[in-house]
Each structure stands twice: as structure tokens, then as C-alpha cells.
């Protein structure tokens, strides 16, 4: 490359060499420094598209702001029991998070169980946890505030529930460059009761109101993590009514909703998130047996309509045999129903959170025979709130159990194609971009190596008898 000759021609052309040479190198530092740095091209505070997943390929690293939070300090391939609420709540509360082993995704699930509000714990839907783990999905499996029925020292409760899971989202995305995740990917997933509370922070987050609210001693600011973004960018609610219907619902909310007191109404207002679809931040998936409560079916519908009147989507996934918890398997495992349930919850996290790379839904066929065969339960007696946000006369076909109306399908179910044969074939309505695209049912691997959770105290129980009465 240069002049080695000892004649002045050579000499004098040596410097003029080297010094193109060297800013040649200049440049192309400053051109490498910018491609693996390119949050120096973004505005502040924007995160650009494109993020890719730990072990999902070689696209370009997506600009992140800086974390809020903590590093959790929960290794790859483990699972361990965090704290997740501030340190300025009333309670703390626990929840599990799980970060795959290998080929981890940059999306994130926070799961919330049911149980009526006055029982349950994270322990019910680990299953789902070790489920998504093995495809690839960070999740936090959380326990929330529970209530006693009828005391009134306890009332109301509403929304202490929702804010631990709102802080629960705020914590995952304060962490989200230590652990590997999108800030824009985090993704809500309630069954039953935790579907209620999971829509109210779907479509609730960073809304004033819950920030502001104090009641018996707790503050909606102290719940809540400061400066962190609240947003919900995806949505899975498993068998539950929407408008916030629920048992024990005056305890709950601190009285009827025919009150005249304006923050019981406003409580009432608050839980209604059929009637709020138009905040939601993001696509939500409705997952339901065709044995539940016809009115779920309705309050789906109605929820759709009003994300589609917003620019949002949704779509309704119908199981054929599932009753109210059909998922429910046993410690380790899904059912057969849940299996199935699984396959369309994974299609709809990677058709609206796709990698880069691509990658598929799932991965290799599952082991069924071994599959627990629960159906599920018929549900309670259901009582619709008086005052709907919703058409009445939206029905669906098929329902089972207190409250069901039948009646025609308002939208045309269109057949999706099962994970396997043993299982039927489910059924999707709703408003859809399109059809979900059939993959293979993922591997059954192993779950992953748990700590031991928290011991739950449950509020403590006075010796003054039941009040009976509310505001």
C-alpha cells in the first residue's frame, strides 16, 4: 500500500498516504459507533421500531431510554420472586418473574389470576408462565390486594387491585433495558377475576383519576411507581365480564351503583372498560368457553367495537367444551383446552409483536396424551349491572350457565385450525386485520426451576360481625 522505494517521489507521497489513511479510519469509526449506537440518531426519549430479541439474529439494536428501575437482578434462565410494587404502597406485593433460558423475546407478560377478589394466588397460573417461558416470553406472574367479603372496614377495595397490576406493568418496562425487553412490548393477560382487573389497567393506565384517587388511607400516587409510563401495549382477558361487573361488587365499590354519593359512581365509572375502550393503548385478545356465560360473549363484542372505533383491534377466540377455567390443568400443566387456548395466544403476541428476525409462533408439536382433560366449571349465577355500557341485545349462541340469553352470533365465526386433532376446533369472531396464521403448537419442555413464593397474609379479620349495609 505505500512507497518503500528510497527515492523522494516516494518519500514525499508517504505522509499524504498515511493521512488519508487515518481519516479514512476516523470515519469509519464514527460510522461504526453510530450503527451500534443509533440512540444518538432518535429523539429523546423515542423508541424507534425494530428491536431485536436476545438470540433472535443479528437486526440492528433498537435505541432504548435509559431504565427507571432497578436491574431485578433475575438471571436468564431463571425465576425468582421480586417485589414489584413501590416501596410508598400501603402493601407491598409479590409476583414471580420468569426470563426463558434461551431465545428470549423482547415481549413481556404480566399474568393475573382470578378468584373473585377475595382468593386465588400467582401458584394457579404458573402453568401459563412455564408455557410462554418456553416460547420465549419474560413474564411476571403476580399476587395482588384481596379482600374479606362483608366486612366494612374493607370496603372499598376499588382500585387497589388494579393499581398493583398498573405498578406491575410500570415495573417490567422501569427494567425493561436490564431484562432484555421492548419498553413498547408489555402485555397484559388476566383469567376470570384478574381479567376484570387486567382491563381496568388496559384501558385505565396513566389516566389522572388513578393517580389522584385516595380513599381509607390510599393514595392511587403512592401505588404507583413516579415518572414511569403506565401504558399497556397489549391485552388477553380469559371468561370474565367487562363493565365491571363482579362478585361482592357493593363491598367493592364502596356502594351501589344507583348511589348517589359521586365517588361511588365515580369508582363504578372507573371499572366500566367497555365503556373506556376508546384509552386502550393497544390490540386485545378475548379467550372464553362456549360454556361460560353467553353475556361474556356480549360484553366482548361491545369491548370490539369500541377498540375498532378507536383505530384499535380485537378478536374473540370461542373454545368449544370450555367452561369457566377450562386452562386449568394441574401444577405443571395446562389442559388439553388450555393447549389449545396457548396456540392462539401465542399467534396473537406474534402476529402484533413480531421479531425481528421472524419468527414463528411456536415451536415443535406438543405431548397431549399427557395433558390434563379439565373442562372447567359452570360459572356462578351471573347479575348484570343496571346500568349497561353496552347493547343488550348483542348475544352469542352457545353460552352455558346463569344469565346466558342466546341467541344469534352477531359475527360469523370463522374456523381456525386446531393445535392437533385431540383437540376441537375453536372458533374466532370479531374484528381481525387478518385471519391468525396456523403454526405449529409449540415444544413441552420442562418448567423452569421456581423459588418458593411469599407467604400471603391475608388482611387481618376483626371481631366486629359483618356490616350488611354500605354506602
Request: charged fraction near 15%; include cysteine.
Amino acid at each position: 500500500m505505500f512507497d518503500t522505494s528510497p527515492s523522494g517521489a516516494g518519500r514525499t507521497r508517504r505522509p499524504l498516504a498515511i493521512a488519508v489513511v487515518l481519516l479514512m479510519a476516523v470515519m469509519l469509526g464514527g460510522a461504526c459507533s453510530r450503527s451500534t449506537s443509533p440512540a444518538a440518531d432518535a429523539a429523546p426519549g423515542e423508541l424507534a421500531d425494530g428491536v431485536a430479541s436476545a438470540g433472535a439474529g443479528t437486526a440492528a439494536p433498537k435505541p432504548t431510554v435509559p431504565d427507571l428501575l432497578p436491574d431485578p437482578g433475575v438471571d436468564v434462565g431463571t425465576c425468582e420472586m421480586v417485589t414489584y410494587t413501590p416501596g410508598s404502597s400501603a402493601q407491598a406485593q409479590s409476583g414471580e418473574l420468569c426470563r426463558p433460558k434461551g431465545g428470549q423475546r423482547d415481549t413481556a407478560v404480566v399474568l393475573v389470576h382470578g378468584g373473585s377478589g377475595v382468593g386465588g394466588s400467582l401458584t394457579t397460573l404458573r402453568p401459563w408462565a412455564t408455557r410462554l417461558g418456553a416460547e420465549g416470553y419474560v413474564t411476571l406472574n403476580i399476587d395482588y390486594h384481596l379482600f374479606q367479603q362483608g366486612y366494612a372496614n374493607q370496603s372499598p377495595v376499588f382500585p387497589r387491585p388494579e393499581l398493583n397490576t398498573m405498578a406491575a406493568v410500570q415495573f417490567l418496562r422501569g427494567a425493561g433495558n436490564a431484562l432484555g425487553l421492548d419498553k413498547d412490548r408489555i402485555v397484559v393477560q388476566g383469567h376470570s377475576a384478574g381479567a376484570r382487573i387486567g382491563s381496568v389497567a388496559y384501558v385505565g393506565a396513566n389516566d389522572d383519576w388513578f393517580g389522584t384517587y385516595d380513599a381509607n388511607g390510599v393514595s392511587g400516587a403512592k401505588e404507583l411507581w413516579p415518572t414511569v409510563d403506565g401504558r399497556v401495549n397489549g391485552f388477553v382477558g380469559f371468561y370474565h365480564p367487562y363493565d365491571g361487573t363482579m362478585q361482592y361488587a357493593e363491598q367493592y365499590y364502596g356502594g351501589a351503583e344507583t348511589s348517589t354519593n359521586a365517588a361511588v359512581i365515580d369508582r363504578w365509572t372507573h371499572a366500566d372498560s367497555i365503556a373506556r375502550a376508546g384509552q386502550a393503548t393497544g390490540p386485545a385478545l378475548f379467550v372464553t368457553g362456549d360454556k361460560d356465560w353467553a353475556e361474556i360473549f356480549a360484553q366482548e363484542a361491545a369491548f370490539i367495537t369500541g377498540l375498532t372505533n378507536a383505530g384499535r383491534t380485537g378478536r374473540q377466540v370461542t373454545i368449544p367444551g370450555g367452561a369457566h377455567g377450562f386452562d386449568e390443568g394441574d401444577d405443571t400443566r395446562l389442559s388439553k383446552l388450555g393447549e389449545q387456548a396457548l396456540a392462539e395466544v401465542l399467534r396473537f403476541l406474534n402476529e402484533q409483536f413480531p421479531q425481528m428476525p421472524a419468527r414463528d409462533a411456536q415451536g415443535a408439536p406438543i405431548d397431549l396424551a399427557a395433558a390434563p382433560s379439565n373442562t372447567g366449571v359452570a360459572p356462578p349465577t351471573y347479575v348484570p349491572r343496571p346500568n349497561r355500557s353496552y347493547p343488550t341485545t348483542t348475544r352469542r349462541s352457545g353460552g352455558g350457565g346463569s344469565g346466558s340469553g342466546g341467541g344469534p352470533t352477531t359475527v360469523a365465526p370463522t374456523p381456525v385450525a386446531p393445535p392437533t386433532t385431540n383437540v376441537g376446533v375453536s372458533t374466532t369472531t370479531g374484528n381481525t386485520v387478518k385471519p391468525p396464521v396456523t403454526t405449529a403448537p409449540p415444544v413441552t419442555t420442562a418448567p423452569p426451576v421456581t423459588t418458593k413464593p411469599p407467604v400471603t397474609t391475608k388482611p387481618p379479620v376483626t371481631t366486629a360481625p359483618p356490616v350488611t349495609t354500605f354506602p
